[in-house]
């Protein structure tokens, strides 16, 4: 009995394990959403504004919640803690991720297209943190030595990212 038991449950399991699978046509749905990968807080793509009309939108106020789309100018090549995307003045803006709670992979992003989703807001940047993220981006460090002044700039901290 116990011989018969074994022989049905192992003819079942080869038999699942033969089923083809079907494969997506170029260009469908199926194939477009293995493209892009969540990293951090899942979010719907919905009133997204584009990177370029960011400035905007946060001018007159200190912060802005936003989910926004951009291109991937830069990336941390030694965490993944940190991406840096194209504003529409040619201007990048760091975008961190909320209590380091994910990462990006390390591999180059650039050109990358991402839609991100959290907290827009000016900030004024050290000297000490701009020089640590210079390392990380893996800048001599003869360019690291020229950054002296603190600099105000435009910085998000995301809760979630689709990397396209």
């Not at 260009?27 to 293995?34: D, L, R």
């Not at 194209?86 to 760091?94: G, R, T, V």
């Not at 000297?127 to 600099?151: F, L």
């Amino acid at each position: 009995m116990k011989k018969n038991l074994c022989l049905l449950l192992a003819i079942a399991l080869l038999q699942g394990c033969n089923q083809k699978q079907p494969i997506a046509e170029e260009g469908t749905i199926e194939q477009a959403a293995n493209t892009s990968t969540t990293y951090g807080a899942a979010f719907e793509e919905e009133n997204v504004i584009p990177a370029s009309e960011l400035v905007k939108a946060v001018a007159d106020k200190d912060s802005l919640q936003a989910t926004v789309a951009a291109e991937i100018k830069e990336s941390c090549q030694a965490k993944g803690c940190w991406m840096d995307v194209k504003l529409a003045d040619s201007s990048n803006m760091k975008v961190t991720f909320r209590d380091y709670g994910f990462f990006v992979p390390l591999e180059n992003l650039e050109g990358r297209q991402v839609v991100f989703t959290g907290t827009a807001k000016r900030e004024v940047i050290s000297v000490e943190d701009q020089r640590h993220y210079a390392k990380d981006a893996g800048k001599s460090e003869a360019e690291i030595a020229a950054i002296t002044a603190p600099k105000e700039e435009l910085r998000f901290i995301a809760d979630g990212i689709i990397l396209k």
